[in-house]
């Protein structure tokens, strides 16, 4: 079955640092890998996604992250953090593909917290 | 396009009352999710439908849970009786489950409905 772990629960990053959020995903073949952004009483949005080739990927909000199929992981990486991106982060890994929305598995969520 | 939209946003009933939660996905997508979020738990799909049809309910905690999709452009999830542990934050997604070249991979989630039952 297919898993995915934030080991992170909470971080806390000043205002103007970078930011790495860790995910590992546990999936039998190639992933499909997401991130997702949801702020405080509202839904989940797409930050960015894995499906196939250059496995570093851009993002909204200057949000990058990095496959790497030797550990498993999926890590979200900003260079230079803002208030606004005070969030719920969550990482996402599923079958996903043309002709077959199976559905997502999400892991638990990173907190992050900007202090200024 | 208004997104995915629930409702009601916020429900807060009593132990054993029924109760039904909305969806309405974005208009030409065909797939539809249901998920629950939970601070235990985090985020569990708890049943998808794909041109309306039921895929996969094994999320779906017990038979008290129930879902519908009878057109398009609806779907509900039915709690009866409801328990106090199945509060929660009720998701509904949807997206456009076509082919690989059409298919962005992206879930549109509506804002939620959280429910409190007392």
């Known amino acids: 079955a297919q898993s995915v772990t934030q080991p992170d629960i909470h971080i806390t990053v000043s205002e103007g640092a970078s930011l790495e959020l860790r995910c590992n995903y546990s999936?039998?073949?190639?992933?499909?890998l997401f991130w997702y952004v949801q702020s405080p009483g509202q839904g989940l949005q797409l930050l960015l996604k894995y499906f196939s080739g250059d496995t570093l990927v851009q993002g909204i909000k200057g949000f990058e992250a990095e496959f790497k199929r030797s550990q498993s992981s999926f890590n979200l990486r900003k260079p230079s953090v803002h208030w606004s991106d005070a969030a719920e982060y969550f990482c996402a890994v599923g079958p996903y593909s043309g002709g077959g929305a199976d559905g997502l598995t999400f892991g638990k969520g990173t907190h992050l917290i900007i202090q200024p | 396009d208004a997104g995915v939209i629930q409702s009601p946003r916020h429900e807060v009933t009593e132990m054993g009352q029924e109760v039904t939660l909305r969806c309405k996905p974005i208009s030409g997508h065909n797939s539809l999710f249901w998920y629950r979020q939970t601070m235990m738990r985090g985020l569990e799909l708890l049943i998808y439908f794909n041109n309306n049809v039921p895929i996969d309910d094994s999320g779906m905690p017990e038979d008290r849970f129930s879902a519908k999709m009878p057109n398009a452009s609806f779907s509900t999830l039915k709690i009866q009786p409801s328990e106090p542990r199945d509060s929660a934050v009720y998701f509904c997604?949807?997206?456009?489950?076509?082919?690989?070249?059409?298919?962005?991979?992206?879930?549109?989630f509506g804002e939620g409905s959280r429910l409190t039952v007392l």
């Open positions: 997604a949807s997206i456009w489950d076509g082919s690989a070249s059409d298919n962005t991979g992206e879930l549109f």
């Open positions: 999936y039998g073949a190639t992933p499909y």
